[in-house]
Protein backbone atom coordinates (compact mmCIF):
# COMPACT_ATOMS: atom_id res chain seq x y z
CA UNK A 1 0.00 0.00 0.00
CA UNK A 2 3.16 2.56 0.79
CA UNK A 3 4.40 1.73 -2.12
CA UNK A 4 1.41 2.37 -4.35
CA UNK A 5 0.56 6.16 -2.37
CA UNK A 6 3.83 6.41 -3.11
CA UNK A 7 3.82 6.13 -7.25
CA UNK A 8 0.44 8.12 -7.07
CA UNK A 9 2.57 10.83 -5.44
CA UNK A 10 4.93 10.74 -7.82
CA UNK A 11 2.33 10.85 -10.87
CA UNK A 12 0.39 13.32 -9.99
CA UNK A 13 1.70 15.83 -12.06
CA UNK A 14 1.87 13.50 -14.82
CA UNK A 15 -2.18 13.00 -14.04
CA UNK A 16 -2.56 17.32 -13.88
CA UNK A 17 -0.63 17.78 -17.53
CA UNK A 18 -3.10 14.90 -19.24
CA UNK A 19 -5.92 16.26 -18.02
CA UNK A 20 -5.07 19.75 -19.02
CA UNK A 21 -4.27 18.78 -22.25
CA UNK A 22 -7.42 17.18 -22.83
CA UNK A 23 -9.28 20.83 -21.65
CA UNK A 24 -7.41 22.53 -24.43
CA UNK A 25 -8.46 19.56 -27.20
CA UNK A 26 -11.86 20.09 -26.38
CA UNK A 27 -12.31 23.86 -26.34
CA UNK A 28 -10.42 24.17 -29.00
CA UNK A 29 -12.23 21.62 -31.24
CA UNK A 30 -15.02 23.44 -34.59
CA UNK A 31 -18.74 24.53 -33.06
CA UNK A 32 -21.39 22.45 -34.13
CA UNK A 33 -23.05 23.01 -37.39
CA UNK A 34 -25.93 24.98 -36.38
CA UNK A 35 -28.23 23.25 -38.62
CA UNK A 36 -27.84 19.62 -37.36
CA UNK A 37 -30.27 18.58 -34.87
CA UNK A 38 -28.75 16.43 -31.87
CA UNK A 39 -30.94 14.17 -29.54
CA UNK A 40 -30.25 17.02 -26.47
CA UNK A 41 -33.67 18.01 -25.65
CA UNK A 42 -32.47 21.99 -25.14
CA UNK A 43 -31.37 22.05 -28.47
CA UNK A 44 -34.46 20.23 -30.10
CA UNK A 45 -36.49 23.12 -28.22
CA UNK A 46 -33.86 26.03 -29.11
CA UNK A 47 -34.61 24.89 -33.02
CA UNK A 48 -38.08 24.50 -32.89
CA UNK A 49 -38.75 28.45 -30.77
CA UNK A 50 -36.86 29.64 -33.75
CA UNK A 51 -38.54 28.06 -36.66
CA UNK A 52 -41.80 29.33 -34.88
CA UNK A 53 -40.39 32.72 -34.84
CA UNK A 54 -39.31 33.32 -38.50
CA UNK A 55 -42.79 31.36 -40.04
CA UNK A 56 -44.83 33.99 -41.63
CA UNK A 57 -48.33 34.23 -41.08
CA UNK A 58 -50.83 33.01 -44.35
CA UNK A 59 -52.20 36.04 -45.73
CA UNK A 60 -56.06 36.23 -44.18
CA UNK A 61 -58.80 35.03 -45.95
CA UNK A 62 -60.82 38.35 -48.10
CA UNK A 63 -64.42 37.74 -48.95
CA UNK A 64 -66.47 39.65 -50.20
CA UNK A 65 -70.82 40.82 -49.73
CA UNK A 66 -73.30 40.37 -52.36
CA UNK A 67 -75.71 42.69 -51.18
CA UNK A 68 -78.18 43.23 -54.24
CA UNK A 69 -81.89 42.03 -53.76
CA UNK A 70 -82.64 42.67 -57.06
CA UNK A 71 -79.81 40.97 -59.28
CA UNK A 72 -79.17 41.56 -62.78
CA UNK A 73 -76.37 40.55 -65.24
CA UNK A 74 -73.61 42.77 -63.61
CA UNK A 75 -74.11 40.06 -60.77
CA UNK A 76 -72.87 37.41 -62.72
CA UNK A 77 -70.19 39.94 -64.56
CA UNK A 78 -69.15 41.08 -61.10
CA UNK A 79 -68.62 37.01 -59.81
CA UNK A 80 -66.33 36.08 -62.44
CA UNK A 81 -64.33 39.18 -62.91
CA UNK A 82 -64.06 38.56 -58.63
CA UNK A 83 -62.83 34.98 -58.23
CA UNK A 84 -58.98 35.61 -58.51
CA UNK A 85 -58.89 38.25 -55.53
CA UNK A 86 -61.72 36.82 -53.13
CA UNK A 87 -61.51 33.36 -51.66
CA UNK A 88 -65.56 33.68 -50.51
CA UNK A 89 -69.10 35.12 -50.90
CA UNK A 90 -71.41 36.19 -48.59
CA UNK A 91 -74.55 36.56 -50.11
CA UNK A 92 -77.87 38.39 -49.22
CA UNK A 93 -80.64 35.85 -48.87
CA UNK A 94 -83.04 36.75 -46.60
CA UNK A 95 -84.17 39.95 -44.74
CA UNK A 96 -86.97 41.14 -42.11
CA UNK A 97 -88.27 44.23 -41.75
CA UNK A 98 -90.78 44.88 -38.88
CA UNK A 99 -94.18 47.21 -39.42
CA UNK A 100 -96.49 49.14 -36.70
CA UNK A 101 -99.00 47.09 -36.91
CA UNK A 102 -96.71 43.75 -36.08
CA UNK A 103 -97.08 42.36 -39.47
CA UNK A 104 -93.61 41.55 -40.32
CA UNK A 105 -91.85 42.13 -44.17
CA UNK A 106 -90.30 39.02 -45.13
CA UNK A 107 -88.43 39.07 -48.62
CA UNK A 108 -86.57 36.00 -49.81
CA UNK A 109 -83.62 37.50 -52.84
CA UNK A 110 -83.84 35.75 -56.25
CA UNK A 111 -80.65 34.89 -56.60
CA UNK A 112 -79.54 33.68 -59.63
CA UNK A 113 -78.67 29.93 -58.47
CA UNK A 114 -77.14 28.72 -61.80
CA UNK A 115 -74.32 31.69 -61.74
CA UNK A 116 -73.74 30.86 -57.80
CA UNK A 117 -72.93 27.20 -59.02
CA UNK A 118 -70.38 28.41 -61.71
CA UNK A 119 -68.47 30.22 -58.81
CA UNK A 120 -66.10 27.79 -56.81
CA UNK A 121 -66.04 29.93 -54.21
CA UNK A 122 -67.63 28.38 -50.45
CA UNK A 123 -70.91 30.75 -49.92
CA UNK A 124 -72.52 31.73 -46.78
CA UNK A 125 -75.85 32.77 -47.10
CA UNK A 126 -76.58 35.83 -44.63
CA UNK A 127 -80.25 36.51 -43.07
CA UNK A 128 -80.64 40.00 -42.63
CA UNK A 129 -82.76 40.81 -39.59
CA UNK A 130 -83.90 44.52 -39.13
CA UNK A 131 -82.65 45.88 -35.65
CA UNK A 132 -85.83 47.90 -35.32
CA UNK A 133 -87.55 44.84 -33.95
CA UNK A 134 -88.51 44.93 -30.63
CA UNK A 135 -88.51 41.10 -29.76
CA UNK A 136 -87.65 38.07 -32.76
CA UNK A 137 -90.68 35.90 -33.22
CA UNK A 138 -87.93 32.58 -32.49
CA UNK A 139 -90.23 29.86 -34.35
CA UNK A 140 -91.30 32.01 -37.18
CA UNK A 141 -87.55 33.10 -37.98
CA UNK A 142 -86.09 29.93 -37.96
CA UNK A 143 -88.59 28.45 -40.22
CA UNK A 144 -88.17 31.18 -42.54
CA UNK A 145 -84.21 30.66 -42.60
CA UNK A 146 -85.35 26.42 -43.05
CA UNK A 147 -87.36 27.17 -45.91
CA UNK A 148 -84.78 28.88 -47.58
CA UNK A 149 -82.02 26.63 -46.96
CA UNK A 150 -83.91 23.27 -48.42
CA UNK A 151 -84.80 25.58 -51.93
CA UNK A 152 -81.23 26.70 -51.88
CA UNK A 153 -80.72 22.89 -51.37
CA UNK A 154 -83.56 22.01 -53.80
CA UNK A 155 -81.94 24.15 -56.53
CA UNK A 156 -78.41 22.83 -55.72
CA UNK A 157 -76.30 25.62 -54.45
CA UNK A 158 -74.21 24.38 -51.60
CA UNK A 159 -73.56 26.90 -48.86
CA UNK A 160 -70.96 26.11 -46.38
CA UNK A 161 -72.23 28.38 -43.63
CA UNK A 162 -75.55 30.94 -42.37
CA UNK A 163 -74.63 34.19 -41.12
CA UNK A 164 -77.26 36.26 -39.09
CA UNK A 165 -77.09 40.17 -39.20
CA UNK A 166 -79.33 41.25 -36.57
CA UNK A 167 -78.07 44.63 -34.77
CA UNK A 168 -79.68 43.87 -31.41
CA UNK A 169 -79.37 46.64 -28.94
CA UNK A 170 -77.12 45.74 -26.47
CA UNK A 171 -80.05 45.21 -23.98
CA UNK A 172 -81.37 42.66 -25.77
CA UNK A 173 -78.77 40.41 -26.20
CA UNK A 174 -79.92 37.76 -23.47
CA UNK A 175 -83.27 37.45 -25.77
CA UNK A 176 -80.59 37.17 -28.96
CA UNK A 177 -78.54 34.32 -27.15
CA UNK A 178 -81.78 32.00 -26.79
CA UNK A 179 -82.50 32.55 -30.39
CA UNK A 180 -79.11 31.56 -31.05
CA UNK A 181 -79.20 28.88 -29.33
CA UNK A 182 -82.54 27.41 -30.98
CA UNK A 183 -81.23 27.91 -34.22
CA UNK A 184 -78.13 26.38 -34.07
CA UNK A 185 -79.81 23.37 -32.41
CA UNK A 186 -82.10 23.08 -36.30
CA UNK A 187 -79.23 23.74 -38.40
CA UNK A 188 -77.65 20.70 -39.68
CA UNK A 189 -74.04 19.93 -38.25
CA UNK A 190 -72.32 20.37 -41.25
CA UNK A 191 -73.41 24.35 -41.21
CA UNK A 192 -71.32 26.44 -39.75
CA UNK A 193 -73.52 29.79 -37.98
CA UNK A 194 -71.82 33.05 -38.08
CA UNK A 195 -73.23 36.16 -36.55
CA UNK A 196 -72.08 39.82 -37.58
CA UNK A 197 -71.54 41.76 -34.26
CA UNK A 198 -71.67 45.46 -33.50
CA UNK A 199 -68.70 47.79 -32.01
CA UNK A 200 -70.98 48.64 -29.21
CA UNK A 201 -71.58 45.07 -27.92
CA UNK A 202 -67.82 44.11 -26.76
CA UNK A 203 -68.35 46.35 -23.61
CA UNK A 204 -71.84 43.92 -22.49
CA UNK A 205 -71.40 41.43 -20.12
CA UNK A 206 -74.05 39.55 -21.94
CA UNK A 207 -71.50 40.00 -25.30
CA UNK A 208 -69.46 36.83 -24.17
CA UNK A 209 -72.53 34.35 -23.89
CA UNK A 210 -73.28 34.98 -27.52
CA UNK A 211 -69.42 32.74 -28.41
CA UNK A 212 -70.78 29.81 -26.81
CA UNK A 213 -73.47 29.64 -29.54
CA UNK A 214 -71.93 30.21 -32.47
CA UNK A 215 -68.51 29.14 -35.03
CA UNK A 216 -67.86 32.59 -36.25
CA UNK A 217 -68.07 36.39 -35.10
CA UNK A 218 -68.34 38.98 -37.81
CA UNK A 219 -66.70 42.18 -36.29
CA UNK A 220 -68.57 45.35 -38.48
CA UNK A 221 -66.45 48.26 -38.09
CA UNK A 222 -68.09 50.38 -40.50
CA UNK A 223 -71.18 52.51 -40.15
CA UNK A 224 -72.18 56.53 -40.07
CA UNK A 225 -71.58 56.75 -36.11
CA UNK A 226 -70.85 60.29 -36.49
CA UNK A 227 -70.73 62.20 -39.85
CA UNK A 228 -67.52 63.96 -38.65
CA UNK A 229 -65.67 60.85 -38.30
CA UNK A 230 -67.03 59.81 -41.74
CA UNK A 231 -67.90 55.63 -42.68
CA UNK A 232 -64.54 54.62 -40.55
CA UNK A 233 -62.46 55.55 -38.03
CA UNK A 234 -59.13 53.86 -38.61
CA UNK A 235 -58.11 54.20 -34.92
CA UNK A 236 -60.97 53.79 -33.37
CA UNK A 237 -61.36 50.59 -35.40
CA UNK A 238 -58.66 49.31 -34.65
CA UNK A 239 -59.65 49.70 -30.80
CA UNK A 240 -62.30 47.48 -31.27
CA UNK A 241 -60.16 44.93 -33.08
CA UNK A 242 -57.92 44.85 -29.77
CA UNK A 243 -60.57 44.82 -27.64
CA UNK A 244 -62.17 41.44 -29.59
CA UNK A 245 -58.85 39.75 -29.80
CA UNK A 246 -58.60 39.99 -26.00
CA UNK A 247 -62.18 38.24 -25.39
CA UNK A 248 -63.46 36.35 -28.32
CA UNK A 249 -63.28 32.25 -27.87
CA UNK A 250 -64.68 31.13 -31.44
CA UNK A 251 -62.92 32.66 -34.83
CA UNK A 252 -63.31 35.82 -35.90
CA UNK A 253 -63.43 37.78 -39.09
CA UNK A 254 -63.39 41.86 -39.57
CA UNK A 255 -66.16 43.19 -42.61
CA UNK A 256 -64.81 46.31 -43.58
CA UNK A 257 -66.12 49.54 -45.77
CA UNK A 258 -65.89 49.84 -49.63
CA UNK A 259 -68.83 51.72 -50.32
CA UNK A 260 -70.26 55.65 -50.02
CA UNK A 261 -73.48 56.48 -48.08
CA UNK A 262 -75.09 60.41 -47.72
CA UNK A 263 -75.91 61.66 -45.02
CA UNK A 264 -78.92 64.34 -44.99
CA UNK A 265 -79.59 66.17 -42.41
CA UNK A 266 -83.04 67.00 -41.04
CA UNK A 267 -84.39 68.68 -37.89
CA UNK A 268 -84.64 65.84 -35.66
CA UNK A 269 -81.00 64.73 -36.61
CA UNK A 270 -79.62 63.27 -39.54
CA UNK A 271 -80.28 60.11 -41.44
CA UNK A 272 -78.29 58.17 -43.61
CA UNK A 273 -78.91 56.92 -47.54
CA UNK A 274 -76.89 53.99 -48.79
CA UNK A 275 -78.63 51.06 -50.40
CA UNK A 276 -82.20 53.14 -50.28
CA UNK A 277 -83.26 56.47 -51.48
CA UNK A 278 -84.33 58.55 -48.86
CA UNK A 279 -84.68 61.90 -50.21
CA UNK A 280 -88.15 61.86 -52.06
CA UNK A 281 -89.58 59.94 -48.88
CA UNK A 282 -88.31 63.23 -46.45
CA UNK A 283 -89.90 65.65 -49.10
CA UNK A 284 -88.11 68.91 -48.49
CA UNK A 285 -85.03 70.14 -48.96
CA UNK A 286 -82.18 69.55 -46.57
CA UNK A 287 -77.76 69.85 -46.58
CA UNK A 288 -76.45 66.27 -48.07
CA UNK A 289 -73.36 65.13 -46.77
CA UNK A 290 -71.46 62.22 -49.71
CA UNK A 291 -69.05 60.04 -47.61
CA UNK A 292 -66.84 57.66 -48.90
CA UNK A 293 -64.76 55.27 -47.49
CA UNK A 294 -60.98 56.03 -48.21
CA UNK A 295 -59.22 53.36 -50.06
CA UNK A 296 -55.88 54.56 -49.09
CA UNK A 297 -56.69 54.69 -45.18
CA UNK A 298 -58.72 51.15 -45.95
CA UNK A 299 -55.48 49.66 -47.31
CA UNK A 300 -52.93 50.51 -44.36
CA UNK A 301 -55.92 48.82 -42.06
CA UNK A 302 -55.50 45.81 -43.93
CA UNK A 303 -51.83 45.96 -43.96
CA UNK A 304 -52.29 46.28 -40.19
CA UNK A 305 -54.60 43.37 -39.84
CA UNK A 306 -52.28 41.18 -42.09
CA UNK A 307 -49.76 41.38 -39.18
CA UNK A 308 -51.96 41.29 -36.41
CA UNK A 309 -50.65 37.63 -34.88
CA UNK A 310 -53.74 36.65 -33.33
CA UNK A 311 -54.76 33.03 -34.91
CA UNK A 312 -58.52 33.70 -34.27
CA UNK A 313 -58.12 36.02 -36.91
CA UNK A 314 -59.27 34.36 -40.15
CA UNK A 315 -59.82 37.25 -42.76
CA UNK A 316 -61.36 40.12 -43.83
CA UNK A 317 -65.18 40.46 -45.77
CA UNK A 318 -65.53 43.13 -47.64
CA UNK A 319 -69.12 45.29 -47.93
CA UNK A 320 -69.86 45.13 -50.73
CA UNK A 321 -69.21 43.14 -54.20
CA UNK A 322 -68.84 46.48 -56.89
CA UNK A 323 -71.68 46.27 -59.82
CA UNK A 324 -71.25 48.07 -62.91
CA UNK A 325 -73.88 51.49 -62.62
CA UNK A 326 -73.28 51.46 -58.27
CA UNK A 327 -72.45 55.12 -57.77
CA UNK A 328 -72.09 54.53 -54.18
CA UNK A 329 -69.45 51.88 -54.47
CA UNK A 330 -65.95 51.82 -54.91
CA UNK A 331 -64.84 50.12 -59.06
CA UNK A 332 -63.98 46.43 -58.67
CA UNK A 333 -60.19 47.27 -59.60
CA UNK A 334 -60.00 49.48 -57.00
CA UNK A 335 -60.93 47.27 -54.20
CA UNK A 336 -59.28 44.51 -55.77
CA UNK A 337 -55.97 46.72 -54.85
CA UNK A 338 -56.90 47.82 -51.78
CA UNK A 339 -57.49 44.05 -50.62
CA UNK A 340 -54.36 43.02 -52.34
CA UNK A 341 -52.07 45.83 -51.64
CA UNK A 342 -51.90 46.88 -55.03
CA UNK A 343 -50.86 50.53 -56.30
CA UNK A 344 -53.58 53.08 -55.91
CA UNK A 345 -53.26 56.35 -58.19
CA UNK A 346 -55.34 58.56 -60.22
CA UNK A 347 -55.39 58.52 -63.92
CA UNK A 348 -57.14 61.58 -64.61
CA UNK A 349 -57.53 62.46 -68.91
CA UNK A 350 -58.85 64.40 -71.19
CA UNK A 351 -61.05 63.51 -73.99
CA UNK A 352 -61.74 65.45 -77.45
CA UNK A 353 -65.02 64.66 -78.76
CA UNK A 354 -66.39 65.76 -81.91
CA UNK A 355 -69.73 65.03 -83.74
CA UNK A 356 -67.64 63.75 -87.06
CA UNK A 357 -66.38 59.86 -87.41
CA UNK A 358 -62.68 61.34 -86.41
CA UNK A 359 -60.57 59.82 -84.29
CA UNK A 360 -60.91 60.52 -80.53
CA UNK A 361 -58.10 62.78 -78.91
CA UNK A 362 -57.19 61.46 -75.51
CA UNK A 363 -54.29 63.54 -73.63
CA UNK A 364 -52.82 62.18 -70.69
CA UNK A 365 -52.06 64.08 -67.34
CA UNK A 366 -48.58 63.20 -66.64
CA UNK A 367 -47.93 62.24 -63.08
CA UNK A 368 -45.99 65.15 -62.01
CA UNK A 369 -49.53 67.00 -63.21
CA UNK A 370 -47.14 69.71 -63.94
CA UNK A 371 -45.71 68.86 -67.73
CA UNK A 372 -47.89 69.38 -70.82
CA UNK A 373 -48.40 66.38 -72.66
CA UNK A 374 -46.98 65.47 -76.03
CA UNK A 375 -49.64 65.32 -79.15
CA UNK A 376 -49.61 62.35 -81.60
CA UNK A 377 -48.62 63.78 -85.04
CA UNK A 378 -51.27 62.07 -86.86
CA UNK A 379 -53.95 63.73 -84.22
CA UNK A 380 -51.91 67.76 -84.65
CA UNK A 381 -55.38 68.60 -86.89
CA UNK A 382 -58.65 66.05 -86.18
CA UNK A 383 -60.58 67.58 -89.57
CA UNK A 384 -59.33 69.43 -92.37
CA UNK A 385 -58.15 72.96 -92.56
CA UNK A 386 -61.07 75.06 -93.04
CA UNK A 387 -64.10 73.38 -91.35
CA UNK A 388 -65.19 74.31 -88.57
CA UNK A 389 -66.13 71.59 -85.79
CA UNK A 390 -67.60 71.46 -82.51
CA UNK A 391 -65.44 69.44 -79.62
CA UNK A 392 -66.46 68.62 -76.37
CA UNK A 393 -63.99 68.32 -73.53
CA UNK A 394 -64.78 65.60 -71.15
CA UNK A 395 -62.36 65.13 -67.75
CA UNK A 396 -62.22 61.37 -67.20
CA UNK A 397 -60.52 59.45 -64.64
CA UNK A 398 -59.75 56.16 -65.15
CA UNK A 399 -57.27 55.23 -61.90
CA UNK A 400 -58.24 53.29 -59.41
CA UNK A 401 -58.96 56.14 -56.46
CA UNK A 402 -60.50 60.01 -56.75
CA UNK A 403 -58.23 62.19 -58.08
CA UNK A 404 -58.13 66.45 -58.21
CA UNK A 405 -59.23 67.74 -61.50
CA UNK A 406 -56.68 69.82 -62.69
CA UNK A 407 -57.10 73.50 -61.95
CA UNK A 408 -55.48 75.02 -66.21
CA UNK A 409 -55.91 73.14 -69.02
CA UNK A 410 -54.48 74.81 -72.30
CA UNK A 411 -54.99 73.84 -75.72
CA UNK A 412 -54.38 75.26 -78.98
CA UNK A 413 -56.87 76.27 -80.84
CA UNK A 414 -57.21 77.17 -84.74
CA UNK A 415 -60.24 79.65 -86.41
CA UNK A 416 -62.71 79.27 -83.15
CA UNK A 417 -66.16 80.62 -83.98
CA UNK A 418 -67.44 80.05 -80.22
CA UNK A 419 -66.52 78.44 -76.80
CA UNK A 420 -67.91 77.96 -73.44
CA UNK A 421 -67.25 76.36 -70.03
CA UNK A 422 -69.15 74.54 -67.56
CA UNK A 423 -68.91 72.57 -64.13
CA UNK A 424 -66.92 74.73 -62.27
CA UNK A 425 -64.51 76.44 -65.15
CA UNK A 426 -64.49 79.57 -66.87
CA UNK A 427 -62.40 79.47 -70.54
CA UNK A 428 -60.58 82.67 -72.17
CA UNK A 429 -58.72 82.90 -75.32
CA UNK A 430 -55.39 83.75 -76.32
CA UNK A 431 -53.83 84.05 -79.29
CA UNK A 432 -54.09 80.52 -81.10
CA UNK A 433 -54.97 79.38 -77.64
CA UNK A 434 -57.98 78.36 -75.47
CA UNK A 435 -57.72 78.08 -71.60
CA UNK A 436 -60.29 76.17 -69.68
CA UNK A 437 -59.25 76.99 -65.63
CA UNK A 438 -61.22 76.08 -62.16
CA UNK A 439 -63.75 78.87 -61.45
CA UNK A 440 -62.81 78.71 -57.55
CA UNK A 441 -59.24 78.03 -56.37
CA UNK A 442 -58.63 75.25 -53.97
CA UNK A 443 -56.98 76.00 -50.24
CA UNK A 444 -53.09 76.90 -51.80
CA UNK A 445 -49.89 77.81 -50.05
CA UNK A 446 -48.83 81.62 -52.00
CA UNK A 447 -46.26 80.17 -53.72
CA UNK A 448 -48.59 77.88 -55.75
CA UNK A 449 -50.82 80.46 -56.56
CA UNK A 450 -47.92 82.57 -57.46
CA UNK A 451 -47.55 80.65 -60.83
CA UNK A 452 -49.24 77.31 -61.09
CA UNK A 453 -47.43 76.88 -64.29
CA UNK A 454 -43.99 77.17 -62.89
CA UNK A 455 -44.89 75.54 -59.22
CA UNK A 456 -44.85 71.64 -58.79
CA UNK A 457 -47.68 69.65 -58.22
CA UNK A 458 -48.37 68.95 -54.40
CA UNK A 459 -47.78 65.89 -52.83
CA UNK A 460 -50.06 63.66 -52.13
CA UNK A 461 -50.15 64.49 -48.57
CA UNK A 462 -49.98 68.14 -49.60
CA UNK A 463 -53.12 67.67 -51.29
CA UNK A 464 -55.14 65.53 -48.34
CA UNK A 465 -53.86 68.69 -46.42
CA UNK A 466 -55.37 71.53 -48.46
CA UNK A 467 -58.50 69.34 -48.75
CA UNK A 468 -58.66 68.78 -45.09
CA UNK A 469 -59.21 72.45 -44.83
CA UNK A 470 -62.62 72.60 -47.62
CA UNK A 471 -65.86 71.64 -45.93
CA UNK A 472 -66.80 67.63 -46.94
CA UNK A 473 -70.42 69.22 -48.87
CA UNK A 474 -67.64 71.23 -51.41
CA UNK A 475 -64.79 68.71 -52.03
CA UNK A 476 -67.05 66.68 -54.66
CA UNK A 477 -66.82 69.73 -56.75
CA UNK A 478 -62.79 68.99 -56.99
CA UNK A 479 -63.02 65.58 -57.01
CA UNK A 480 -63.05 62.89 -59.53
CA UNK A 481 -63.68 59.26 -58.64
CA UNK A 482 -62.80 56.25 -60.32
CA UNK A 483 -64.71 56.20 -63.29
CA UNK A 484 -66.11 59.36 -63.08
CA UNK A 485 -66.63 61.83 -65.71
CA UNK A 486 -67.26 65.59 -65.96
CA UNK A 487 -67.85 67.83 -69.09
CA UNK A 488 -65.66 71.01 -68.64
CA UNK A 489 -67.14 72.72 -72.13
CA UNK A 490 -67.19 72.42 -75.53
CA UNK A 491 -65.74 74.73 -78.38
CA UNK A 492 -66.17 75.24 -82.43
CA UNK A 493 -62.67 75.45 -84.28
CA UNK A 494 -61.36 74.21 -87.45
CA UNK A 495 -58.55 72.59 -84.84
CA UNK A 496 -58.09 71.89 -81.22
CA UNK A 497 -55.61 70.02 -78.86
CA UNK A 498 -53.88 69.94 -76.22
CA UNK A 499 -50.56 71.74 -74.96
CA UNK A 500 -50.45 71.38 -71.56
CA UNK A 501 -52.55 70.32 -68.42
CA UNK A 502 -51.85 71.47 -64.62
CA UNK A 503 -52.41 70.21 -61.43
CA UNK A 504 -53.95 72.40 -59.00
Known amino acids: MGNLVKKIKQNQWLLFTLLCASVCVSACQPASNPNEITASPNASVTVKAAAEATTLRAPLSQQVYIWQRQWRPA ?15 RILALQAHPKPNGAD ?26 GQFTHLNDKEVINKINKVLANWQAKGTHIVGIEIDHDSASSKLPAYHKFLKKLKAQLPAELKLS ?16 LTSIDELVLQIHSVSDPRRGLFDAAQGWQWVQQLSNMSTVPYLIALPAYGSAVISTASGYKVESETPLRDQLRSTHAVQELMAD ?28 LEGDKRVWPLNTLIAVAQQGVLAAQIELEINTQTAIPKAVEHIHGDGNTPSTIPHNLDHAV ?53 QLTTELAETPKNKSSPIESAAPSISTQAHSLSKIPNTEIQQYMLNPGGQRVIGWARCESLHLQGIYAP
Not at 75 to 89: E, K, M, P, R, W
Not at 298 to 322: C, H, M, S, Y
Not at 416 to 429: F, I
Request: contains cysteine.
Open 195 to 210: ITALPAWLSSADFPAL
Open 105 to 130: IWFEVAVNHAWLQADPRPKTAVVRLD
Open 384 to 436: DKGEAQLYQLMLINKGNIAGKIPRILSLAAQACSGYDAQNGYSVSPKQGQLAW
Open 295 to 322: PQVLQAFVQKLQNQTDEKLKGIIWFRLP
Open 75 to 89: NQTALVQSQGAFQGL
